[in-house]
């Protein structure tokens, strides 16, 4: 099968194809034959050696963890045959290749009528911005909440979801990005070149997912009880996030986790003409170097897909 490999960590153009042998099957897994595959900032940090501590060196290595394809066998409940997408849990990726072999539980029925462009890029980024918003800052209707970073993959479905939860959302982007954040439904869109985020007020929540907004400073925009969460770990989060889990503190960290009811949730509102996936670029597989170069800019406007011979 062709894949997107590497042999050693480094920049964009350690990138191969190869042809290489499918995976192997693995209990509780299923074999998917991917079609397109979206690229995420952790598919950077693992191939540029910076998440060494935690993947190892063992080479080759195949970059992706979302994709969109067909069953080739089985997933409980879904015949072979049955167009999917997910997201690999693991910091191993092997998602940017002809053939995955994944948990069934971190697969769903794709949504109907969506390309596999379309689809690919979306389970890890709503994945995220779903649990960061629903399980950890427990928006509900009428909550102020401010999203910092929301013209990138994560942000995009982020702005959206908690329009759905019934925020008044604000949306914190450069300004060639507010028109976007705001056809995407938020109800308020600040220039973070223009305005100092810090200096706002009166939010019940605050999602900083670009991560430029760290606890406290993030504090000085909530309310007394409002709360936070982030997308990138600190040494310091790993207990406030523990006491957070607990109710002991307001600061939270999202770590995605790929599962199916959650899958299933972003199915149904996709289908019913809620949640719209935003891709803004597509590259053939053979240009996965550039395809990974564009997404190291962080100007992203939407997610960065691979297609699949
Ligand atoms: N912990 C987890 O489980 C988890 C899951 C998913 C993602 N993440 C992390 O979350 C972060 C965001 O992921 P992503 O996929 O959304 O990234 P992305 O698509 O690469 O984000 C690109 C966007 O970032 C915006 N941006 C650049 N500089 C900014 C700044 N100073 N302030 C606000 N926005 C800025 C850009 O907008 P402008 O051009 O308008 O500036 C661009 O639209 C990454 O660090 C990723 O590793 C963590």
Not at 105 to 118: H, K, R, S, Y
Request: charged share 20%.
């Amino acid at each position: 099968m062709l894949a997107s490999v590497y042999r050693r960590f480094g920049p964009p153009g350690v990138l191969r194809v190869e042809d290489v042998a499918p995976p192997e099957a693995q209990r509780g897994c299923c074999r998917v034959r991917v079609t397109a595959c979206a690229l995420n900032p952790k598919d950077v940090l693992v191939r540029s050696g910076r998440m060494r501590w935690l993947t190892g060196e063992r080479f080759p290595r195949i970059p992706g963890y979302d994709l969109a394809g067909t069953l080739l066998t089985a997933a409980g409940d879904l015949p072979a045959g049955t167009p999917v997408f997910g997201m690999v849990d693991s910091h191993q990726g092997r998602a940017c290749a002809q053939e995955v072999v994944i948990p069934v539980a971190q697969i769903a029925a794709a949504p109907e009528g969506l390309t596999a462009i379309d689809a690919a890029s979306v389970p890890l980024a709503a994945l995220t911005a779903l649990q960061a918003l629903r399980d950890h800052l427990r928006v509900r209707k009428g909550d102020r909440v401010l999203i910092n970073g929301a013209s990138g993959g994560v942000g995009t479905l982020a702005i959206q979801l908690a329009a759905i939860l019934g925020a008044h959302v604000t949306g914190v982007c450069s300004g060639r990005n507010t028109d976007r954040v705001t056809a995407l439904g938020a109800d308020a869109v600040v220039d973070y070149t223009q305005t100092d985020v810090t200096t706002l007020t009166g939010f019940d929540a605050v999602f900083d997912v670009f991560g430029s907004l760290p606890w406290p400073s993030a504090s000085a925009p909530l309310t007394r009880r409002g709360r936070y969460c982030t997308t990138i770990v600190r040494p310091a989060f790993l207990a406030r996030g523990a006491l957070a889990r607990i109710g002991l503190h307001r600061a939270h960290f999202v770590h995605v986790r790929s599962r199916r009811a959650d899958l299933d949730s972003i199915r149904e509102l996709i289908e019913r003409g809620h949640l719209r996936p935003v891709v803004d670029r597509v590259w053939p597989l053979t240009e996965a170097r550039a395809a990974h170069a564009y997404l190291e800019t962080r100007r992203a406007r939407g997610k960065v897909v691979l297609s699949l011979p």
